[in-house]
């Protein structure tokens, strides 16, 4: 009998081993593979909560710091409407605080 023209590869204990050893391999490679990509979608929703948190934190800080700006520049303009509205309410009130700081600003400078 003629070795190229012998028998299938199945009858072939060399191929069958060949085969069995690969498809173990593969059973093999899968069993390490599974675990470690659960462990890798773990730690990739883990790292996608913890950005989405910090986003969040990081937003109110935003919020926050912009609406104490917001506050600060409108300061002054709430405080000169008001002494405007003291000054037309009070008139005598507010010439007499105006000679006391006066009075007292004159000292402290005069020494």
């Given at each position: ?32 593979a599974d ?51 003291w000054v ?16 007292i600003l ?6």
């Amino acid at each position: 009998m003629d070795k190229t023209t012998a028998s299938p590869a199945n009858d072939n204990p060399i191929q069958r081993g060949v085969e069995t050893a690969g498809a173990a391999l593969h059973s093999g490679i899968d069993k390490v593979a599974d675990p470690a990509r659960s462990a890798v979608e773990r730690a990739s929703s883990a790292a996608h909560q913890g950005i989405d948190k910090l986003a969040g934190t990081a937003s109110g800080v935003a919020d926050r710091f912009a609406d104490q700006t917001r506050r600060i520049t409108e300061a002054p303009a709430h405080a000169l409407e008001a002494s405007k509205s003291w000054v037309q309410e009070k008139p005598l009130e507010a010439v007499g605080a105006a000679l006391a700081i006066g009075f007292i600003l004159g000292r402290l400078t005069a020494r």
